[in-house]
């Protein structure tokens, strides 16, 4: 069973396991049906999930991944917390073009994602990305006044550095913020880590299995549907994926020493780095859910901990987005 975490100082209560959807309807590739992704997400609350990640970037311009997650938890909509994002425009394929953290885009965004996910309140809106355009500080009070309203509970941000951090949470206390973080990828442990524990902030990794590299079950970038992000991913390209799988196999072997996986292993690290931790998992089958979830019962020793970082000291060979994709922190 699942323990609680709090995230952040301000009473956000969840799971130490929740679950990202973005991959139902976006970004990798077809997978799995709808009726299978409401299995994999009713699943989820079975096993003790209760954070439930989207966000308006992943509906493909017609609302599809928020009102498939809001009509798989209906049931049970009261014992789960729903977590959304805004930020970006779209062309008619519903493809992101630019950003747009405005203060009235931001009110349409959640008023549109209150709509989809069939509730009536968010309870962790974050700003997606930051728009160069808008300060954070008129983002911060946008989400202030949606709060005050009652049509949010808390406010988060992801990709941000902890100057922008700071900035924001002197205008709205920001309960959670979010950012890629894994064996793979551990840029943030040097600043906004220790910026958000300062300020009384959780921390939510997404992609915390490096986009899929650390389950194992991987294979060259030009393997992948030309829809799949992991195509254009550094990480996956020629010596990078070639290091990175050796990385990986090494993993692989220290997991079966202690009758696990390599996912398992690198949540179970994960989740040692703090118990203001929370990461966010996707995936689209069951199986593998499971697996994930059962990785909440490892317990590292500090022996093993220093094996898996001499294993990946550093993180992945390659850069996580192309530069074009890279966030800048400030």
Do not use: C
């Not at 040692?272 to 089958?285: E, F, K, L």
């Amino acid at each position: 069973m699942l323990h609680e975490r709090t995230l952040g100082r301000r009473g956000l209560k969840v799971a130490e396991i929740g679950l990202g959807t973005m991959g139902m309807t976006a970004f990798y590739g077809r997978g799995g049906s709808r009726e299978e992704h409401l299995r994999v997400i009713r699943r989820a609350h079975e096993l003790g999930v209760t954070l439930f990640d989207t966000a308006e970037l992943y509906n493909r311009g017609n609302g599809a991944n928020e009102v498939l997650l809001g009509e798989a938890v209906a049931p049970f909509r009261e014992s789960v917390q729903l977590a959304t994002k805004f930020g970006f425009t779209y062309d008619a394929n519903g493809d992101s073009n630019g950003r747009d953290s405005s203060p009235s885009n931001i009110r349409r965004v959640t008023e549109n994602s209150l709509r989809y996910l069939g509730t009536e309140v968010i309870d962790v809106l974050y700003q997606h990305r930051q728009d160069p355009a808008v300060p954070v500080e008129e983002v911060a009070g946008a989400v202030k006044e949606l709060i005050e309203e009652g049509k949010v509970r808390y406010f988060g941000l992801s990709e941000v550095g902890p100057e922008t951090l700071r900035r924001a949470h002197a205008v709205q206390p920001v309960s959670v913020v979010q950012t890629e973080y894994s064996l793979f990828e551990r840029g943030v442990e040097s600043e906004v880590l220790p910026a958000a524990r300062e300020l009384g902030i959780g921390f939510v990794p997404y992609s915390p299995l490096g986009r899929g590299f650390l389950t194992s079950a991987v294979k060259p970038a030009e393997q992948y549907e030309a829809s799949d992000f992991r195509r254009h991913d550094a990480r996956w390209q020629g010596e990078n994926y070639r290091s990175n799988v050796s990385a990986v196999d090494r993993l692989t072997a220290l997991a079966h020493d202690n009758g696990v996986t390599a996912a398992q292993l690198a949540l179970a690290w994960l989740l040692a780095q703090g118990d203001d931790i929370v990461p966010i998992p996707g995936t689209r089958s069951v199986d593998r859910l499971e697996e994930n979830i059962s990785a909440a019962a490892l317990s590292l020793t500090a022996t093993e901990l220093d094996l898996i970082d001499e294993i990946i000291p550093d993180g992945a060979v390659g850069a996580r987005y192309t530069d074009e994709h890279l966030p800048t922190w400030v």
